[in-house]
């Protein structure tokens, strides 16, 4: 009698989904929501954020549920509470708000107040600035206001092949935007050092920054595609989505999961999945989900950075 052989239908590898090691909220981030949060619950009037105090739509959305509204100009707000952003601003905003009688709160990231305090040193030691950053950028914006307000010279800079259009003299002191990349910073010093005899360069990149860009990194060497979350103004968002590319695989910045573009993941096995430092758990828990079924993946193992 034949034997009839059946045979198993294939299975269906399921998806990979991995993490960074490091993904979402850095320390000066929570903090400035927080600062906001506990002013809302303690605080009698109207309370509004001048700009957004982080880059991230959905985190803003949160505090406005919450009681706390934006506006994008002093002249927008009318009494109660203002709250500067994480980024910081310049001290002619804030006596601008004093003048107009506004209750301040400063959430400015403490990292963000350390470039401040360096130009100042440098300033006083008689350096003009360069500052390694991304034109009209809120931090940026403030840290020029800051240096003005100081007296001192700055020149703004973004890019190696901007150096050479630049004036300098003898001396140049060198600071950075927090959210810069660290290739960048080193590749600009080194255009000046050919040109000025007399350069302090200090790398105020913040710490989380560099744990954010390391962990993308190493992500992006072990899976096929990986998806960056984060805010369209962030800029520490679209420099993990750049490092990403440039180890050679595909990278895509999206918001929330509504972006997400299933063609991205055709053939793909394994998804990578970071988010700048803007970006709140549950926006990476929604992508991650979306991802897998509709659940979390069983290693699910979410580490914001430590510094």
Known sequence: MEMLMQREAPRVQKRSIKLARVAGFCFGVRRAV??????????????????????????????????????????????GTVIMS????????????????????????????????????????????????????????????????????VQLVSRPEEVSALTLGKKAGIISQTTQL?????????????????????????????????????????????????GRRSANTRRLRQLCEAEGVPAYHIETADDIDSRWLFGKRSVGLTAGASTPDWVIEEVARTLNDGDLPDDWNLNNPER
């Open 34 to 79: 927080e600062m906001a949060q506990q002013a809302r619950r303690e605080r009698s009037g109207s309370i509004t954020t001048l700009g957004q105090i982080v880059h991230n739509s959905q985190v803003i959305e949160r505090l406005r549920e919450q009681g706390i509204e934006t506006a994008e100009a002093l002249s927008q707000i009318h009494g």
């Open 86 to 153: 994480a980024h910081g601003v310049a001290p002619q905003v804030l006596q601008s708000a004093k003048e107009q009688g506004l209750d301040i709160v400063d959430v400015t990231c403490p990292f963000v107040s350390k470039v401040n305090r360096t130009a100042k040193q440098l300033i006083e030691q008689g350096y003009p600035i360069l500052l390694v950053g991304d034109p009209g950028h809120t931090e940026v914006r403030g840290v020029i206001g800051t240096i003005e307000s100081m007296g001192g010279s």
């Open 182 to 230: 660290a290739e960048t910073f080193a590749q600009i010093v080194a255009e000046v050092c050919r040109r000025v005899p007399d350069v302090r360069a200090c790398n105020t990149i913040c710490g989380a920054t560099d744990e954010l860009q390391e962990a993308a990194v190493a992500l992006a060497r072990q899976v096929d595609i990986v998806i960056v979350i984060g």
